[in-house]
Nanobody
Framework: HVQLVESGGGSVQAGGSLRLSCDIS?????MAWFRQAPGKEREAVAG???????TVADSMKGRFTISGDNANGTVYLQMNSLKPEDTAIYYC??????????????????WGQGTQVTVS
C-alpha cells in the first residue's frame, strides 16, 4: 500500500516561489502533482518516473519543475514566478505502472491529502 504526504504549501506573493514535497512510502513507478482550484476540475501539473523521465503541463513549463529523490522516497515540485491563478490545493499522486507522462487523474491509484497554495 502506498501512502503520500505533501508539505510545503503556504501563502506567497505573486512572483514568489514555493517548493512542495511529497513523501512516499511504498513502491510505485510514477509520481505526479495535480491541483484543483475552487470550482474547477482537477488538472495535471507534472509527472515523473523512477527513471527520472518527467513532464510538465504546457501552461506551467518554464515556471514549475518536478524532481525526485528515489533514495529518500520524495518528490518535489519547485514553483517559481507564481501567479494568483496558481492558487489551488496541490495533490501528490502515484500509480504503479507507466507510462508516467500520461497524467490522467483516473489512472492514479494513490493520493495525498493535499496542500494549499495561495498566491496573492
Amino acid at each position: 500500500h502506498v501512502q503520500l504526504v505533501e508539505s510545503g504549501g503556504g501563502s506567497v506573493q505573486a512572483g514568489g516561489s514555493l517548493r512542495l514535497s511529497c513523501d512516499i512510502s511504498g513502491w510505485t513507478s510514477c509520481m505526479a502533482w495535480f491541483r484543483q482550484a475552487p470550482g474547477k476540475e482537477r488538472e495535471a501539473v507534472a509527472g515523473i518516473g523512477r527513471d527520472g523521465g518527467s513532464t510538465v503541463a504546457d501552461s506551467m513549463k518554464g515556471r514549475f519543475t518536478i524532481s525526485g529523490d528515489n533514495a529518500n522516497g520524495t518528490v518535489y515540485l519547485q514553483m517559481n514566478s507564481l501567479k494568483p491563478e496558481d492558487t489551488a490545493i496541490y495533490y501528490c499522486a502515484a500509480k504503479p505502472y507507466p507510462p508516467c507522462t500520461v497524467l490522467l487523474p483516473l489512472t492514479f491509484d494513490f493520493w495525498g491529502q493535499g496542500t494549499q497554495v495561495t498566491v496573492s
